[in-house]
């Protein structure tokens, strides 16, 4: 194995990183209305991210920093060619961490219904733009042999990456629903349990049909292999685990599907990192987009003494804040 697909399966796990632990925090925030049905409900919902949704955001930032310094290439013509896309993504991430600090900074209820409102639209928008770039890697963007977009905004938006962006937010929405079963109590957490099963048939479906028309994009046939149809069984088995109290399990199912489903792009493309509607000879490789081999060298030792201590820490956040919130931890503040 090389260096360059190291960092190619560094780039795939951070980014898989990413949609798993800010996956849950665009669930909570597109469903913390539904789950609370008044402002006490509403706030505990988010007091559930509250110590967590930055430190995820992280993973996004890493991850974009990867793909720069082991393959400006790919890092160069992905972002000037989603360049809007990744800027309204950016636009939705700030409105939605911007909702976190200032909705409880007045108690009047309009003032806290335009946040609440704002955290919802920006967590439903965040993933599903993310989710349209990830689908067009795969799907093909106009880029010619000089590795530059040569296209316009329309050509980000076929309905293969539409659908992309449509299964993430799905697969957010029902990730977001295990955690919200997970971590509250009463009340709440049967509202998200009602929300699980209810999303969890249209999430298997959506993800069914992403993967398989994965594959026919990639000419691997139709059918899913064994990992992928785990995946969409993992989504279903949510639903029954939340209904039996086994939220821990559920969590953990909504998890592997997640993983599987970003894995899917990454699996696909390899080891392309970008395809050319052009010809396939304009296509983006790991070989002609990689930096050197001494850098990928020095990258590699920083990624092996700091990736513990990142992962360490953030297992720590989540072991302080491990217990379930009530309506009473809120009012009680």
């Not at 909570?28 to 919902?45: E, K, P, Y």
């Not at 929405?173 to 295990?178: D, F, I, R, Y």
């Not at 992928?228 to 559920?250: C, H, P």
């Amino acid at each position: 194995m090389t260096l360059p697909d190291i960092w190619f399966i560094a780039v795939a796990v951070l980014w898989t990183g990413f949609f798993i632990l800010e996956g849950f925090d665009f669930g909570v925030g597109m469903l913390h209305g539904a789950v609370g049905r008044n402002d006490a409900g509403r706030q505990t919902a988010i007091a559930t991210i509250g110590p967590l949704w930055d430190g995820n955001e992280v993973w996004l930032v890493v991850a974009a920093a990867a793909m720069f310094a082991a393959f400006p290439g790919w890092y160069a013509t992905m972002f000037s060619a989603l360049y809007l896309a990744l800027v309204l993504a950016l636009v939705a991430l700030i409105v939605r961490g911007m909702s976190f600090e200032y909705r409880n900074k007045d108690g009047h209820p309009r003032w806290r219904r335009t946040w609440s409102t704002l955290m919802t639209v920006g967590s439903v928008v965040a993933p599903f733009l993310l989710g349209v770039g990830l689908g067009d890697l795969l799907h093909g963007l106009p880029i010619g042999a000089d590795q530059e977009f040569a296209g316009t905004f329309a050509d980000l938006l076929p309905p293969y990456s539409l659908f992309v962006g449509l299964t993430f937010v799905l697969l957010c929405a029902l990730h977001g629903a295990t955690f919200l079963a997970l971590k509250t109590t009463s009340d709440l957490r049967e509202r998200a349990t009602r929300l699980t099963r209810r999303i969890a048939p249209v999430t298997a479906l959506a993800v069914l049909i992403y993967i398989s028309w994965s594959h026919v994009l990639s000419g691997k046939g139709f059918f899913p292999n064994v990992i992928e149809i785990a995946a969409v069984l993992a989504v279903l088995a949510a639903a029954w685990l939340v209904k039996e109290n086994k939220e821990g399990w559920a969590f953990t199912a909504t998890t592997f599907a997640m993983a599987t489903s970003v894995l899917v792009i990454f699996t696909n493309l390899y080891p392309r990192v970008m395809v050319s509607t052009l010809g396939a000879a304009n296509d983006l490789t790991l070989a002609n987009t990689a930096s050197g081999s001494y850098a990928l060298k020095v990258m590699t030792v920083v990624l092996v003494v700091l990736l513990p201590v990142v992962l360490l820490y953030q297992g720590w956040t989540y072991h302080v804040f491990r217990r379930r919130l009530s309506l009473d931890d809120v009012q009680d503040e």
